[in-house]
Nanobody, 125 residues
Framework: QVQVVESGGGLVQAGGSLRLSCAAS????????MGWFRQAPGKEREFVAA????????YYADSVKGRFTISRDNAKNTVYLQMNSLKSEDTAVYYC??????????????????WGQGTQVTVSS
């Protein structure tokens, strides 16, 4: 069964770091653009970061630029989100998403084919 599974969430103090992982059971993982989204209580799901399948170009929400880094290891079918200098406003459930051959509008949640169940990140101030 094709799926993506997030891990690495937890409780961290403001200013700390976490690394999220998303393992994909996709045979052709290298053809999938991978994205991270998050949803805080009472808020809509929002884009965090994405990495394009074809050239590994990365995109970030303004709110995380300079603090978060998305990367992928195609040999391990895994995408990572390194989160540094965490703030209380980063508290949310973080979701991994995958979309085959996606080249444009990587920050749009609509159209991503696969979604994980999410992993909770809580930043205490």
């Amino acid at each position: 069964q094709v799926q993506v599974v997030e891990s690495g969430g937890g409780l961290v103090q403001a200013g700390g770091s976490l690394r999220l992982s998303c393992a994909a059971s996709i045979r052709t993982f290298n053809t999938y653009t991978m994205g991270w989204f998050r949803q805080a209580p009472g808020k809509e799901r929002e884009f965090v970061a994405a990495i394009r399948w074809s050239d590994r170009t990365t995109y970030y929400a303004d709110s995380v630029k300079g603090r978060f880094t998305i990367s992928r290891d195609n040999a391990k079918n895994t995408v990572y989100l390194q989160m540094n200098s965490l703030k209380s406003e980063d508290t949310a459930v973080y979701y991994c998403a995958a979309d085959k051959y996606r080249n444009n509008n990587l920050n749009f949640a609509a159209g991503y084919d696969l979604w994980g169940q999410g992993t909770q990140v809580t930043v205490s101030s």
